[in-house]
């Protein structure tokens, strides 16, 4: 049990977050130039560092027509334009994962997100499946939040608080391979924004409480939509004694939140909203549920990625959309649908800066390397990790 207060960490993800945040518009510049603002991304051969965006275009072209099917190109929504066009599938983490294991064939598959996303990957994928993430860096700071030794004390702690009252542990989709296994071994369950509400109605189906890993945002919009009222659910704070809590305030509660969040999404404000609905009479406001409770309340709807690419895509021509997630995906909707008026909430173009280490000389490199029978980056997890991980995915495909 931790016994005093740690200094806490703000992850360079968090302080990187603004140093690619621009008034208009992002263009991918050579990756020296792109290193130049203050960032420790993974270093390439100095060759690679200075290709113009036409020949990275030209060898990633080539070299993924060379290794043909041997290679499956994966591409989250949130990357960049340079990087969507050759990725053969494009979702969300775990749309993309499914995808990975449905194509067997494929020798090596290239996710083009973030490190807990190609650890998924990994352990959906068959044995025989080598997977790579271009850039070894691209991280995700939420997933950063919850480190698994905090997560582990944790549980103890809460363990010893409530005794033999049961609590279930339910990790978002984006956390590491390693809380996932945790959730797996003490009978949770993994749950994504699409099916956190499911995930959620399973657990209070089997214990008292939920203990949920990492975003409190997401976790606190889906305990309200389930009728958990805020006067029972607490933030744990992994930097305090007891999560800054009280026993007794453990005690009293039926959602524990862990305090991570995600610097892309709460960046959105009230106030863009109603600014929005002044401007444009008529808009629809749909925003992903890791904003904060505030913002899902003021908005019309909510909900995954994956969700907010199919109202938006299925709406009427002229109609008009405020959309609060991340500025690549929503740049490309406004483009996917020209007949109608698509804008990001935020009015300063601000990208995943973990998402966005994925300049397109990784992806040059990663497959040109494996031309030369060279897998590079690679990502495993530990059989161990692999095995309850992967129970607590099951779970959730079992239950939504
Ligand atoms: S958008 Fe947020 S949760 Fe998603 S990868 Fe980026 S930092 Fe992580």
Redesign the pocket.
Known sequence: MPTGTRVPTVPI?ELEQSEFCAPDSLQTRPLEEELSANVRWQRLPRSYMRMSAEELDERIAAAKARLGTDLVILGHH?QRDEIIKFADFRGDSFKLSQQAASRGEARYIVFCG?HFMAETADILSGEEQQVILPNITAG????DMAPSDDVHDCWEDLSQVVGEERLIPITYM?STAAVKAMCGHNEGIVCTSSNAEAAFRWALQRGRRIVFFPDQHLGRNTGLKLGIPLEEMVVWNPFKSLGGLTPERIRGARLILWQGH????TRFRVQQIQQARARHPGVHIVVHP?CTMEVVQAADDNGSTEKIVRVVSQAPPGSIWGIGT?INLVNRLARENPDKTIFCLDPVVCP?S??YRIHPAYLAWVLEELLEGRVVNRITVDPETRRYARVALERMLQVT
């Open positions: 993800t949130y973030v995700c700071s939420m997933a984006n995600c610097s892309v999404h890791e991340e995943c973990t998402m």
